[in-house]
Structure formats: C-alpha cells, structure tokens
C-alpha cells in the first residue's frame, strides 16, 4: 500500500518500511484494558506477532537502512557470533560472558555500517533460552538441602563459622538460580529499564513533531498517505490474510476460544506502530520535513488504529456476554485439561 502510493516519488518511496512494525507495548496495552473479557489465546496471538514483527523491522533496518557494508568487521561480527554459539552449545549459562562479547558484536556491527540494532537481535538468539535443571528432580534435590541446612544451623553460633551449613546453603542458591533461563533472568532485569525508562524518553525525544507551513499539505503528502493506509489497512488486510491462509492451509489453527472478530481486532491493533515506525522514520527520510509528515500519519494511523481495535474487540466481547460465554471458566477450563493431560 504504502509503495502503491508513493510510485513516481523518489524522495518518499524508501520509506516502505516505516508501516511495517507494531509496538508490542502499546498494542498489549489497549488489548490489556479488556481484560478477561476476551479469550487469553488472542493476547497470545498478537505478543507473539508483534515481537515477530519487531524482528522483522530489525532486520529492515539493517539491511536497508544501513550503510555499505565493511567486510571486514562483518566478518568480525561473524567470528564474534560463532563464539557465542560455542557458548551456548558448550550450555554456558552464565550473563557475563554472552554480555561481554554482546559489546563486542554490537561494536563490529555499528562499525560495518550495518544498524547496529541487528546485534541484538543476533545476542538474543544466542543466549539460553531453557534450563538445565530437571524441575522435578530439582524439587526433590532441594528439599534434602533444606533439612540438610537446617540440620547443620546452630543458631546460637555465628554463622561464618558454620561451614556445613553455609555450603548446602551456597549449593542450593547456585542451583536455584540455574533454574532460570539466561534469557529469562536478562529479560527481567531489562523490563524496568526499558518500559520505564528507555520507552518513555525514547517517545518524548523522538515523537515531537514541528509543522512549518499549510496543515493540508501534510494530509495530502505521499509519505502521510502511505504511512497512514499502509499502518491503517495494510496491517489488519495482511494479518488476516495470512491467518486465514495458514488456517485454511492446516498449518495452524485459530487459538482456543478465538474466533474472525477477534482475529480482526487485533489485526487492527496491530497498526498501532508507534516506536519502531518512528524510528524507521528516521532512518528512512533525509528530510525533515518527510519525518514530520510520516510521524504525523504514525501518531493519526496508530490512535484510530487502537481505538476501532479496541471496539471491535469490546463489541465482540459484550456480543459473548449476552450469549452467555465466559472466557474466564473457559481459560481454567483450559489449564484443568493441560494439568491431567
């Protein structure tokens, strides 16, 4: 939609990839206002779609909106990433080694003139995303520890000089952190930082917008249309067709419980562009005056994009309410059948 638009507009025909991203965080957010008025499956649907979508634009970026390649600090990069891969195939699960040579790669990618964001993508990919530890035996391995402390504690003693206990001690803390994913303990140290910190000054920074000139110029720009129809329609148009090919093709199924109205909802929500478009916004047009116009049609395309998402959805819900359909019996439902299975 947005190339159907801008054809014949040189100036404005690179930035394809501006409505091609959701913002996990904004479209999760809308979708979370509902509540358990709708099936658990479909929030699944669209967290799943939008971090896919983010990748997606990652690499976007880096392979279009990057620089000429250097070879040779790909080849770095190449080398660094093999090393990551040695360590994750040799089941080291330690952060600091995957966060140090994570540096490093990020250092070769920016140098090579390729967008450094892709270093991330590649870290992410490396990092152990699965634990070590049979849970069940962990279970029983961890409460001979506890009596074995227990046993040990003389609480009338320092406990420095306790060995016996500060060793069982240190062994069930060692083995109980290894329980957690890498991938899992990085990403929980990182959300506050990034949702509360990163997001909002990312936002504030990058999302102002400075109109010089007549206001309709804007709403006729190539780069405004594009951005708006192809975040306002192309989302939901392509999310739907693929889904409905996946379904009919029996690759997939629709979630449990997940019917077309909630598939087309949070098609819709998946227009809600904000962060990512916004930063290929930048990356995409040479001129300010083009930002503008594609962050305007971001901001425009992003809020009715939420706000009919929103109601469909809404609408969808009270629709099973006067049927009488409750999705929160359904989702125990669901996990009674997956516990005895």
Not at 78 to 99: E, F, G, I, K
Request: aromatic content about 10%.
């Amino acid at each position: 939609i947005y190339s159907a638009i801008n054809a014949g507009h040189p100036d404005t025909a690179g930035g394809w990839g501006v409505p091609t991203a959701t913002d996990i965080a904004f479209a999760l957010g809308i979708m979370a206002l509902l509540g358990s008025r709708i099936p658990s499956g479909i929030r699944v649907f669209l967290s799943t779609l939008a971090v896919a979508d983010d990748i997606i634009a990652i690499l976007v970026i880096a392979v279009f909106y990057g620089h000429a390649p250097a070879f040779e600090w790909l080849l770095a990069a190449a080398v660094v990433l093999a090393l990551l891969v040695v360590l994750n195939r040799a089941h080291v699960y330690a952060l600091v080694p995957y966060l140090g040579l994570g540096v490093v790669l990020w250092l070769c990618v920016y140098l090579s003139g390729v967008h450094s964001t892709i270093a991330g993508v590649l870290l992410a990919f490396t990092i152990p995303s699965g634990s070590r530890v049979n849970l069940q035996s962990f279970g029983d391995w961890s409460g001979k520890k506890i009596r074995q402390a227990k046993a040990a504690l003389n609480p009338e003693d320092p406990l420095v000089g306790q060995k016996e206990y500060i060793r069982n001690v240190r062994s069930l803390s060692a083995v109980s952190r290894q329980v957690i994913p890498p991938a899992t303990r990085l990403e929980n140290a990182l959300y506050p930082w990034v949702y509360f910190l990163i997001l909002p000054l990312f936002a504030l920074t990058n999302a102002d917008v400075s109109i010089s000139g007549d206001i309709a110029s804007v709403f006729g720009s190539p780069a405004f249309l594009g951005v708006f129809f192809g975040l306002l329609a192309g989302k939901p148009i392509g999310i739907l067709l693929f889904s409905f090919l996946t379904v009919k093709l029996k690759i997939a199924n629709l979630p449990d419980h997940v019917n077309w109205i909630h598939m087309l909802g949070a098609g819709i929500l998946g227009g809600v562009g904000f962060t990512m478009a916004i930063f290929v916004a930048n990356l995409a047009f040479p001129e300010a005056v083009l930002i503008a116009d594609a962050k305007i049609g971001i901001l425009s395309a992003s809020l009715l994009a939420g706000v009919i998402g929103f109601l469909f959805l809404f609408m969808q819900a009270k629709a099973a309410e006067r049927q009488g359909i409750s999705y929160v019996s359904a989702s125990l439902d669901e996990v009674v059948r997956q516990t005895a299975g």
